[in-house]
Nanobody, 119 residues
Framework: VNLVESGGGLVQPGGSLTLSCTAS????????TGWYRQAPGKERELVDA???????TYKDSVRSRFTISRNNGANVLLLQMNSLQREDTAVYYC??????????????WGRGTQVTVSS
């Protein structure tokens, strides 16, 4: 199983980015999937998630700005990020958690993509 994130980069405050996560070896539609992020000196935190049924959850601070979606046909997980703030600067990781895996940390992870919000 291999998850690969892409789409990170440098963006000005107020700007937008779309992150993508592609998978080989699993089909996202059968997993709870989502995104974590980790800023320098901070713990990894859950940004958002989408269940197999399509139910989404978001961290409060991104709820009105980020949108998670899943393209089952292409087996791609997407994160549309709008109105980016400096506080969103972090490495973003996608994950996939199966029904038999107790937590996200027991699931599959990508290596991350850097998002830097700076003027």
């Amino acid at each position: 199983v291999n998850l690969v994130e892409s789409g990170g980069g440098l963006v000005q405050p107020g700007g937008s980015l779309t992150l993508s996560c592609t998978a080989s070896g699993i089909m996202f539609e059968f997993y709870r999937t989502g995104w974590y992020r980790q800023a320098p000196g901070k713990e990894r935190e859950l940004v958002d998630a989408i269940t197999r049924e399509g139910t989404t959850t978001y961290k409060d601070s991104v709820r009105s700005r980020f949108t998670i979606s899943r393209n089952n046909g292409a087996n791609v997980l997407l994160l549309q990020m709008n109105s980016l703030q400096r506080e969103d600067t972090a490495v973003y990781y996608c994950f996939a958690r199966g029904a038999s895996q107790y937590t996200e940390f027991d699931g599959y992870w990508g290596r991350g993509t850097q998002v830097t919000v700076s003027s």
